[in-house]
């Protein structure tokens, strides 16, 4: 069978990319409408997080990056086939010369139209365990992206209840002020009232209303305060800026297990537990796994290559099957390097100081763990101390506002005794709110620097 067309023998590869589509189901999140306000909790907060939180996706997005870095590395063990064809027109053919008899004779050599095609495997059969180490490297790439998924997932954890405290913070802030406003208020009505009946005086009513005045913005204070917290959870839990969102729940006192426990334990605990530490030994793995690759570079190589291929030539494109000539080959390669300018030298040079350095480094992140301890744990005792001692101090400020204004409307107290009772009161409540804020806070920390900070923990 003759074909009257040119030859069409180009082997064709087609690609047909299959797309996963990873969904991440809104569990909680489920707004009809930006402009909804969203209820926030203590659990709700750190659920949204760990499905919308950017670093986290990056986290895992890492992890789906090491796995097709596996992949890739297998690939090496495996032989790798192509196919190739080429095409090639001589507009003019060349001219061999020979001499024969002592005569010179020339001749034109092969045809003007020449078609290649074929099939070529190569296998490598031996590369000095690079192959090999690439893929253990591969491995503990996978484990080593996996662990920092969950510092990642800790350190997102950490930040979003943080913002929760703070929301919560700034809210009882409010609730302080209001009261504040409150008490300020109900005071000047009285004076208004012994004023107006000629028991107090106008310098009284005076600072009774300047008192009202100074009260005002610290209420307004409090108001944009707690917004900016709400814009940092926000931020913190991977949201919108257009959704507008709430916090449900009080700061309230929970005392943890941990600060039962002596800071020598809680620090070999963290030593012993975090993932920063295991990070740590599986660089070294990787590390030593990199000197031997380097060291690699010296030892020789083999490889196995096989070759199957159909070739034409004619003076033109009018072919038969006929005309292609099958050839199959196969043969091994040795390559041994013998000078490569001190490159392979450098290479192990290289990957030894980045090993020597480790050992720095590991020295360096424990005494930081330690460090992290020991100040989450002294804190949260002083956190509780403070605790302790001012919710008394809060009752008696009570008390004491109470008897300075049921004396001041005997005539036995002054104004200035119901503004001091109502300042230490103001005082004392925020003073009990940063308190529980920072045992929280500093509880947190502690979880998370001895690594049992998780999602399903409570305060």
């Known amino acids: 069978m003759r074909l009257t067309t040119v030859l069409v023998s180009f082997f064709y590869i087609l690609v047909f990319p299959f797309t996963g589509y990873l969904v991440v189901p809104d569990s909680v999140f489920a ?3 930006s402009r909804d306000t969203l209820q926030v909790t203590f ?7 760990l499905e919308r939180n950017p670093q986290l996706l990056s986290a895992e997005k890492d992890i789906q990056k ?15 086939i192509s196919a190739y064809t080429n095409y090639s027109h001589n507009f003019e053919l060349p001219i061999f010369s020979i001499s024969f008899g002592g005569q010179t004779q020339s001749f034109r050599a092969g045809r003007f139209e020449n078609i290649t095609s074929g099939i070529q495997l190569q296998q490598p059969l031996y ?3 690079s192959i090999w180490s690439g893929l253990r490297m591969a491995v503990r790439g996978e484990d080593l992206a996996a662990n920092q998924a969950k510092v990642v997932k800790q350190q997102v954890l950490l930040q979003v209840r943080q913002s929760f405290y ?13 009261e504040a406003l409150n008490n300020v208020q109900r005071n000047l009505d009285q004076v208004q009232k012994q004023h107006d009946a000629g028991t ?3 310098f009284d009513l005076l600072r009774a209303q300047v008192q009202v005045a100074n009260t005002k913005p610290e209420l307004i204070a409090a108001q944009h305060r707690h917004e900016q917290s709400l814009t940092q959870l926000r931020t913190a839990i991977g949201l919108g800026k257009d959704i507008p969102i709430q916090v449900a729940g009080e700061l309230d006192y929970t005392p943890t297990p941990l600060e039962n426990q002596s800071l020598q334990d809680l620090q070999n605990e963290a030593l012993e537990a975090r993932p920063e530490i295991q990070n740590m030994h599986l660089q070294r793995q990787i590390q030593n796994i990199s000197v031997h690759t380097a060291v690699a570079g010296y030892l020789p190589k083999v490889s196995l290559s096989s070759n199957l291929q159909f070739q034409a030539q004619q003076d033109n494109l009018d072919l038969t099957r006929q005309d292609f000539i099958r050839s199959i080959s196969a043969g091994l390669t040795l390559s041994i ?6 490159t392979n030298y450098g290479q192990v040079q290289q990957a030894k100081i980045e090993l020597r350095k480790l050992d720095d480094q590991e020295q360096q992140l424990e005494n930081g763990i330690a460090a992290e301890v020991e100040s989450a744990y002294y804190s949260l005792l002083d956190a509780k101390e403070k605790i302790d001692s001012q919710s008394q101090t809060i009752q008696q400020a009570h008390e004491s506002l109470r008897l300075a204004e049921l004396n001041y409307r005997e005539g036995t107290a002054t104004q200035l005794d119901i503004l001091n009772a109502q300042l230490a009161l103001q005082q004392a409540q925020t003073n009990y709110s940063q308190y529980l804020l920072q045992y929280n806070v500093a509880g947190d920390q502690l979880r998370k620097a001895v690594n049992q900070l998780t999602f399903e923990d409570q305060n």
């Open 200 to 202: 107090a005086s106008g």
């Open 337 to 342: 390097p013998l000078f490569t300018g001190g």
């Open 66 to 80: 090491a796995r097709a870095q596996i992949v890739k590395s297998r690939g090496n063990l495996l032989p790798d």
């Open 166 to 178: 703070n929301a919560l913070y700034t809210k009882q802030l409010i609730q302080v002020a209001r």
């Open 43 to 49: 659990e709700t907060a750190q659920q949204i997080a």
């Open 31 to 33: 707004q009809s409408s």
């Open 127 to 129: 590369t000095g365990g």
